[in-house]
Every structure is written in structure tokens, then in C-alpha cells.
T-cell receptor, first 114, second 116 residues
Framework: GENVEQHPSTLSVQEGDSAVIKCTYS??????FPWYKQELGKRPQLIID?????GEKKDQRIAVTLNKTAKHFSLHITETQPEDSAVYFC?????????????FGQGTTLQVKP | SAVISQKPSRDICQRGTSLTIQCQVD?????MFWYRQQPGQSLTLIAT?????????ESGFVIDKFPISRPNLTFSTLTVSNMSPEDSSIYLC?????????????FGPGTRLTVL
């Protein structure tokens, strides 16, 4: 089945710097890749997603890139702010089974220092 | 996006008892899922709640331990049976939107379960 690896597990940046989180997946049939942000004690919130028919997607300070050949995708946050501090999870749809299931990476704790 | 609620928001239970968690959505959705998130960990899919048929369980999860109901397109329950301290986790339901597999998923607020 699908397996998703996420790196790094922790990331500390200065306010205003960029942050990059990377994920790799194993199932070449996976076709949907969302990113979730989870603040302490809160539910995971979808912040951006990308489908396999595009290579990049941007939403203000957040962007996601996808390399289908290498089977990896990345989250880029520019001009980081203290409120970006949270745990970020990548996920991949289990495309080969076509069930809509998401398999999650292990998570990255991002700390933005003011 | 759909508005999702869960009950209870938290509970403290004794070993050997069972707890049923409810998930309610404000609109009809095709797909509903149940996840477990252990402290400081990622989200692990327990099962897909299928409307009108038995749930589809992931490896390591069984129906006797985590029975699931899905009586209609807006409601599902997850029961954690014969609980042990290892079941202490946050349990989250999610709903799939977009009308097709691989559609966007949104999460409920979660149920924080502590087993003594």
C-alpha cells in the first residue's frame, strides 16, 4: 500500500525566512496530495492541495510543488510569521485503490521565531 | 466546506468499558472516515465508513474493537470497545467532498479519549 515519508520532523526558522517541507510517496498511482496545518489542540486544517495533473500551485505565501517522476512533493512557505508555527502534515491519496483514503506523513513541527 | 461536529469532545473512561463517538455533518457526503491520532503522532486511518454497508477497516484495526455505523449520508458513529490505556488518543472523523475519490477531506474537531 501507499507509504508517505515526511522531512524534516522539526524545523525552526526566523520570522520572514522561508520554510520548506518535503514528502515522498510510494504509490505511483496516487493522484491527490493535500497539506494540513494542525495547531495545538485543534483539528487538522487543509491549507493547500495539488492534483497529479499540475506541477505547482500557489496561494499567497504558500506553494506546493509536485514531481511525479521522483514521487515527491513539497510545501513552501515564504515570509514566515509566528502564526505559521504549527505541525504540518502531508498526505497522499491511495490512488491505486481509488477509495479516497489519505495516507499521512509523520508531520513536521514548524517553529517561527520572532 | 462542510460543517462537522463530534460528540463527545472529550471523555475519561475506565478500562474495559466502551465509548461511542458521534460524527454529524451539515450536508450529505459520500465518504466518511475515522482516524486515530495518538499523542504527538500523525493521523492513522482506522476505517472508511460506508453508507448502508459494513465499514472497510485498515490493517491493524478490526470490527470487534472499533465497530462503525453509517446509517445515512450525514452521520456516523465509532465505538471504541473494551478500552485499555493504549486506546487513549484523539479520534477524528473526516468527510470527503468533491464527489469523487481523491476529493478534499475536512476533519471534525476530534474526541479526546483518556482511558484509566
Amino acid at each position: 500500500g501507499e507509504n508517505v515519508e515526511q522531512h524534516p520532523s522539526t524545523l525552526s526558522v526566523q520570522e520572514g525566512d522561508s520554510a520548506v517541507i518535503k514528502c515522498t510517496y510510494s504509490d505511483s498511482a496516487s493522484n491527490y496530495f493535500p497539506w494540513y496545518k494542525q495547531e495545538l489542540g485543534k483539528r487538522p486544517q487543509l491549507i493547500i492541495d495539488i492534483r497529479s495533473n499540475v506541477g505547482e500551485k500557489k496561494d499567497q505565501r504558500i506553494a506546493v510543488t509536485l514531481n511525479k517522476t521522483a514521487k515527491h512533493f513539497s510545501l513552501h512557505i515564504t515570509e514566515t510569521q509566528p502564526e505559521d508555527s504549527a505541525v504540518y502534515f502531508c498526505a497522499a491519496s491511495s490512488g491505486s485503490s481509488n477509495t479516497g483514503k489519505l495516507i499521512f506523513g509523520q508531520g513536521t513541527t514548524l517553529q517561527v521565531k520572532p | 466546506s462542510a460543517v462537522i461536529s463530534q460528540k463527545p469532545s472529550r471523555d475519561i473512561c475506565q478500562r474495559g468499558t466502551s465509548l461511542t463517538i458521534q460524527c454529524q455533518v451539515d450536508s450529505q457526503v459520500t465518504m466518511m472516515f475515522w482516524y486515530r491520532q495518538q499523542p504527538g503522532q500523525s493521523l492513522t486511518l482506522i476505517a472508511t465508513a460506508n453508507q448502508g454497508s459494513e465499514a472497510t477497516y485498515e490493517s491493524g484495526f478490526v470490527i470487534d474493537k472499533f465497530p462503525i455505523s453509517r446509517p445515512n449520508l450525514t452521520f456516523s458513529t465509532l465505538t471504541v470497545s473494551n478500552m485499555s490505556p493504549e486506546d487513549s488518543s484523539i479520534y477524528l472523523c473526516s468527510v470527503g467532498t468533491g464527489g469523487s475519490p481523491g476529493g478534499t477531506q475536512y476533519f471534525g474537531p476530534g474526541t479526546r479519549l483518556t482511558v484509566l
